[in-house]
């Protein structure tokens, strides 16, 4: 019974695939990098505000009545983690957040 070897060209193949696989997951980490640090300057240019948090408040509600143009919900709640120094995302009642101030359009909303 015969058996096949890998030729050279098969493993030319499986590294080339190998090599594109490493450089996309790097692309795409570069990408959510640029993004996060985007975010991150365009709510350093928001004015902010302290909140109340009230029973039954959740910091995505917060974060989505506190929208800033360009930046996603989910990078705000992670801007409002990192400013206010929370572990986690459960907040208390009668706990104070730095948040930015959002645009118009959002604090209408809120209203």
Known sequence: MKTKSRTTKDCGAAMVIALCVTLATFAGQ???????LHAQQVIAAQPTETVHVCEGDTIWGIARAHHVDGVSTRELVQWVRDQNGLSSAFLSPGQTLLVPLGTDDARADAS
Do not use: C
């Open 30 to 36: 570069v990408a959510d990098e640029a993004r996060r």
